[in-house]
C-alpha cells in the first residue's frame, strides 16, 4: 500500500466562552490534547475527548462559564 492511499483524519473543536474563542482541542495519536491561547508550551494528551474538555475548562480562570465547544 502507498502513501498515497492512507488519509489522515484531523479534528479539532474550538472552545468559545462569552467573550469569544478560548482555546480548541485537537484529536491526535493516542488520544486529545488542547491549547489556550495564552499557552506557550504543550498540552498533555487525555483518553477522551470528555476528559480534555473538562481539563480545558479547568485551565480556565476560576469563574468562567462552561464554553461552547464547535467542531471544525
Partial sequence: MSNDSLTATRQTWVAVGPAGAVGSIHRVEGGFTF??????????????????????????????????????
Fill in 35 to 72: 491549547t489556550l491561547f495564552k499557552d506557550s508550551a504543550p498540552r498533555p494528551v487525555y483518553p477522551t475527548l470528555e476528559v480534555v474538555k473538562r481539563a480545558l475548562y479547568a485551565s480556565l480562570l476560576p469563574g468562567s462559564d462552561w464554553p461552547e465547544f464547535h467542531e471544525h
